[in-house]
Nanobody, 126 residues
Framework: QVQLQESGGGLVQTGDSLRLSCASS????????MGWFRQAPGKTREFVAA????????YYPDSVKGRFAISRDNAKNTLYLEMNSLKPADTAVYHC???????????????????WGQGTQVTVSS
């Protein structure tokens, strides 16, 4: 079992930056590929960023590419999401997710993840 806890959300203005963290416990963090997803009210959970278990590979959708950066510190069992140039459209609850991985790849489909955090709210005002 893996426990995930997000932090770092808040209320910011358009153009501001935020750094989200996801602390992992319970199993060996470096065995898991990780991802960030977000969900706005009335919408489905949307993929935001993914990273392989050793951090060598990352992937972003066009909606955040160039603005967001995913990273991880396996020694600290922590996943990060650096968000820059925030827009009101980025307003959502942000969740981190983990998937046990044996191939060194990343995953972009929410159904491919086994464990989820409760989420942290990010609100971007115009």
């Amino acid at each position: 079992q893996v426990q995930l806890q997000e932090s770092g959300g808040g209320l910011v203005q358009t153009g501001d930056s935020l750094r989200l963290s996801c602390a992992s416990s319970g199993r060996t963090f470096s065995d898991y590929a990780m991802g960030w997803f977000r969900q706005a009210p009335g919408k489905t959970r949307e993929f935001v960023a993914a990273i392989s278990k050793n951090g060598a590979r990352t992937y972003y959708p066009d909606s955040v590419k160039g603005r967001f950066a995913i990273s991880r510190d396996n020694a600290k069992n922590t996943l990060y999401l650096e968000m820059n140039s925030l827009k009101p459209a980025d307003t959502a609850v942000y969740h981190c997710a983990a998937r046990l991985d044996f191939s060194g790849t990343y995953y972009i489909n929410r159904y491919e993840y086994d464990y989820w955090g409760q989420g942290t709210q990010v609100t971007v005002s115009s």
